[in-house]
Nanobody, 126 residues
Framework: QVQLVESGGGSVQAGGSLRLSCVASGYTYTGVCMGWFRQAPGKEREGLASVHSRGGRAYYADSVKGRFTMSLDNAKNTLYLQMDSLKPEDTAVYYC???????????????????WGPGTQVTVSS
């Protein structure tokens, strides 16, 4: 059973930065596909980025490409999301998720992810 716990959310002014962390445990040596998602009130859950837990190419949604950067620290089993140039429309609950690995761990629908963290709130004020 994969367990995920996010941290690092908070309140920031537009143009500011935050770094989210996701500590993962419970997966085997084959690893998992991991992704970051967010959900704003009244909106569907949106995929932001994805990568294989053992590293490799990272995939980003167009809405965050160039502003958000995902990274891995395998020694700490931690996935990070560095968020820069934040905008009020980035306000949402941010989630880390995991699913069984495939060849590329590219961006897929949230419904294909089996394991989710509880989420962390990010609020960006103008």
């Amino acid at each position: 059973q994969v367990q995920l716990v996010e941290s690092g959310g908070g309140s920031v002014q537009a143009g500011g930065s935050l770094r989210l962390s996701c500590v993962a445990s419970g997966y085997t040596y084959t690893g998992v596909c991991m992704g970051w998602f967010r959900q704003a009130p009244g909106k569907e859950r949106e995929g932001l980025a994805s990568v294989h837990s053992r590293g490799g190419r990272a995939y980003y949604a167009d809405s965050v490409k160039g502003r958000f950067t995902m990274s891995l620290d395998n020694a700490k089993n931690t996935l990070y999301l560095q968020m820069d140039s934040l905008k009020p429309e980035d306000t949402a609950v941010y989630y880390c998720a995991a699913r069984a690995p495939d060849g590329y761990c590219s961006m897929v629908s949230p419904s294909q992810y089996n394991f989710w963290g509880p989420g962390t709130q990010v609020t960006v004020s103008s």
